[in-house]
Nanobody, 121 residues
Framework: QVQLVESGGGLVQAGASLRLSCAAS????????MGWYREAPGKPRELVAS???????NYADSVKGRFTISRDNDKNTVYLQMNSLKPEDTAIYYC???????????????WGQGTQVTVFS
């Protein structure tokens, strides 16, 4: 059994900062990529940022320069530091991991339960 547990969402004013955390637990052998996606009402889920095991990162254009993703491989944890938040960042943020369990040979995708981020102007 693998779980991704997120924390750090909330209600903030535009211009404020939030830090999201996501810890993966269970019988994990290896994690390839971890990341954050978001889903706003009426919009499809989109990639916000991702980070590979070698620390390579990807960001959505809309968050470049404002959000920073980082990862602690020893703790199987990924973080998303969100600065200069805007109302359009309002969404449910989902943690994602592509990982291999100890009892498997293939990598699979896992998702957290989501955490709400609401930014008001």
């Amino acid at each position: 059994q693998v779980q991704l547990v997120e924390s750090g969402g909330g209600l903030v004013q535009a211009g404020a900062s939030l830090r999201l955390s996501c810890a993966a637990s269970g019988s994990i052998y290896s994690i390839s990529v971890m990341g954050w996606y978001r889903e706003a009402p009426g919009k499809p889920r989109e990639l916000v940022a991702s980070i590979f095991s070698d620390s390579r990162t990807n960001y959505a254009d809309s968050v470049k320069g404002r959000f920073t993703i980082s990862r602690d491989n020893d703790k199987n944890t990924v973080y998303l530091q969100m600065n200069s938040l805007k109302p359009e960042d309002t969404a449910i943020y989902y943690c994602h991991a592509n990982l291999r369990r100890r009892i498997q040979t293939l990598f699979s995708d896992y998702w957290g339960q989501g955490t709400q981020v609401t930014v008001f102007s």
